[in-house]
């Protein structure tokens, strides 16, 4: 009896656990599916113009995303390139030069307690603490002191994405074996020629892994853009001007849509975004590949 | 084992104790949540009757309505004629307090300014782009007003506040209400978005020169300027709960689906509106008992009720506004049964 129950037990386990992966992609297939039912009555009422048109009037039912995509592929790519610098500095600095410590461990959880650290407390820090220094440098170049916009946003984006870049990068970049570094150490290589000929190259496609994930979450990222970047529903005129996000939009118009068409263009605002990271995720897999070192 | 028995007892007494309350449900406009949830409050300690209320915006509050998974709904706008028609033609809107909507802004030192329709729709069309335009200064003339670019906020979320502002720009300028029109999301031509009353008024009191629109309620809290403006009658009124309750004393039509800015009303502030509890006229998908609660709380809340509008900064319906609510619920029916007349005061 009791030798019998154990054996259900383990096939029970065992299917479990071959369920879950399916689940999961059952999960993907669904949620693609419901957005697209959801979204049809905008693809079949304005087809293409919905990406190529920036003209969004829900009083007149007139709907074109190009605005929104624009500026959520803008301000994901520029806190990519602000944040960069600093997240390969400190997985380099993290990863290879002090492994361990009583600092590398500090700085350690302090980066974790950054990933952790909800979306809206960083909107709210930002609105009240980063924006008005940004208006007092907007005053000094000449241009209408917002405070909010593309820049603003962004750089909030970039300090939010730079814990997860770092954590995956220094991850990668301390498992770069300790032959090779002393290899490379025993030929006369300087730490600076070491990191840039042998720990760069062995953990680019780990690297790459995190930037991915970062991107992936800026690109997705509503509550702090919400608030820092000034919400107007058309192209920005220039990187300090206001504009609006995919995510951001939706957010902001679904409790309140009445309109049928409406509610469908922000479903399709929705599949879109979800188009766009599935497509640079795939592009990241191939570099990833491309880049990986076999070891 | 036996402790979980008795849990278990516990909680089958629990759902059977609770069983002969009943629990009103009602989900839709946030905007007099707090008045709503003060008023629901003291309906329970009264009346015993628990009204769970979800404030989760006026669209959803219909669409859980037409769905049937609330008793009743609340909302900032009326239905339109034909959404109404699309969902059957039976739902009755019952007034239940008057919110307004003032035009706030920051320049230096507080000036209380004064504003014309003309001036506020230009400001929003991006037409006056200065504090010094000379159509500010004429009416203001004991204001030294400053050289300084206006700076435009507007709600960036879906907002019934942002439909009763845009429904006044419409009636007061003819080339807003053709390029732009009315509706709880705009798509404006200028201006910074912000998400909420409080999110409006942060970059309000942020950004110098800036001026945006938000509900009374939320400026009286907040101690925020906001400007008196020129009504039909050619007076300047100064935004009030009592100048926002003269606005609905004017005829109303029996179903009071009327918006009521730009009022007749010779003292009455020109940007306010209604806000609506929905209900069905025919009551009888619900059991009966259910039924005629929903109909006393209606009752309660257009009477007794309203004594706790003022306090809060919300204003009370207008004598005209009232006798209008009375004449609606009296159509609440059940079957054919007319629920007002087994009322229970």
């Known amino acids: ?295 | 084992m036996r402790i979980l028995f008795f849990l278990l007892l516990s909680f089958l007494n629990l759902i059977y104790a609770h069983a002969d309350e009943v629990t009103l449900i009602g989900a839709g406009a946030t905007f007099p949540y707090p008045l709503y949830s003060k008023m629901f409050q003291e309906y329970y300690s009264i009346k015993k009757v628990k009204v769970n209320y979800q404030a989760i915006g006026s669209g959803g509050g219909i669409r859980q309505l037409i769905n049937k998974t609330v008793d009743f709904g609340a909302s900032d706008a009326f239905i339109s004629d034909e959404n109404l028609k699309k969902y059957g033609n039976n739902i009755l809107h019952i007034p239940i307090c008057i919110g307004a909507v003032v035009l706030s802004y920051n320049l230096h030192g507080n000036p209380a300014i004064k504003l014309t329709p003309e001036i506020i729709s230009n400001i929003f069309l991006g037409k006056i782009k200065k504090w010094n335009n000379p159509a500010i200064a004429t009416i203001n003339p004991d204001i030294k007003l400053p050289d300084q670019q206006i700076v435009v906020i507007h709600r960036s979320d879906g907002s019934g506040t942002t439909f009763i502002f845009t429904d006044y720009l419409s009636k007061v300028s003819e080339e807003w209400a053709k390029k732009f029109g009315k509706g709880k999301s705009i798509n404006w031509p200028i201006g910074l978005g912000a998400k909420g009353n409080p999110g409006v008024a942060g970059l309000i009191k942020q950004i110098p020169g800036s001026i945006g629109y938000i509900e009374l309620v939320y400026a009286l809290h907040n101690n925020m300027s906001y400007a008196q403006v020129k009504n039909k009658n050619e007076n300047y009124i100064t935004p009030s709960i009592q100048s926002v309750s003269y606005a609905a004393n004017i005829e109303l039509p029996e179903d009071s689906r009327v918006s009521l800015t730009n009022t007749d009303a010779e003292q009455g502030y020109p940007i306010s509106g209604f806000t609506w509890i929905l209900t069905y006229n025919d009551l009888s998908n619900l059991n009966r008992n259910k039924a005629q609660e929903l109909v006393n709380l209606f009752w309660w809340m257009t009477h007794e009720g309203q004594k706790l509008a003022a306090p809060l900064e919300y204003a009370p319906l207008s004598p005209k506004a009232q006798s209008i609510a009375e004449q609606i619920i009296k159509k609440i029916k059940y079957n054919n049964e007319i629920l007002w007349n087994t009322i229970s005061k």
């Not at chain 1, 995190?210 to 970047?229: D, N």
């Open chain 1, 1 to 295: 009896m009791e030798h019998n129950f154990k054996i259900n037990k383990d096939r029970l386990y065992f299917r479990v656990i071959n369920i879950s992966p399916y689940f999961l992609i059952f999960l993907l297939a669904s949620i693609y599916i419901t957005l697209f039912i959801f979204s049809y009555p905008a693809i079949k009422q304005f087809g293409l113009s919905f990406i190529t048109s920036s003209k969004w009037d829900p009083v007149f039912n007139k709907f074109g995303s190009l605005a929104f995509i624009y500026s959520t592929i803008v301000t994901s790519i520029l806190s990519l390139i602000i944040s960069l610098p600093f997240s390969i500095s400190l997985a380099i600095y993290l990863g290879f030069y002090k492994k361990e410590g009583k600092i590398a461990e500090f700085l350690k959880t302090v980066i974790e307690l950054l990933a952790g650290m909800p979306s809206v407390i960083y909107g709210f820090w930002g609105l009240f603490v980063f924006v008005p220094l940004m208006r007092n440098l907007e005053i000094k170049l000449g241009v209408l002191p917002y405070g909010v916009g593309i820049v603003s946003a962004s750089i909030i984006l970039a300090i939010m994405i730079i814990p997860y870049t770092t954590i995956i990068s220094r991850e990668v970049i301390s498992l770069v074996p300790n032959d090779l570094i002393e290899a490379s150490y025993s030929l006369g290589a300087t730490k600076y020629e070491t990191i840039k000929n042998v720990v760069f190259p062995y953990s680019l496609s780990g690297i790459f892994a995190g930037v991915l994930l970062s991107f992936g979450r800026a690109i997705g990222e509503t509550m702090a853009v919400t608030m820092l970047i000034g919400n107007a529903n058309s192209i920005p005129q220039s990187l300090f001007g206001p504009g609006n996000t995919m995510a951001s939009v939706i957010a902001n118009e679904f409790t309140e849509a009445t309109g049928d068409i409406h509610l469908s263009s922000l479903f399709l605002i929705g599949l879109l975004l979800l188009i766009i990271t599935s497509i640079f995720n795939l592009l990241g897999r191939v570099v990833i590949n491309k880049f990986k070192i076999e070891g």
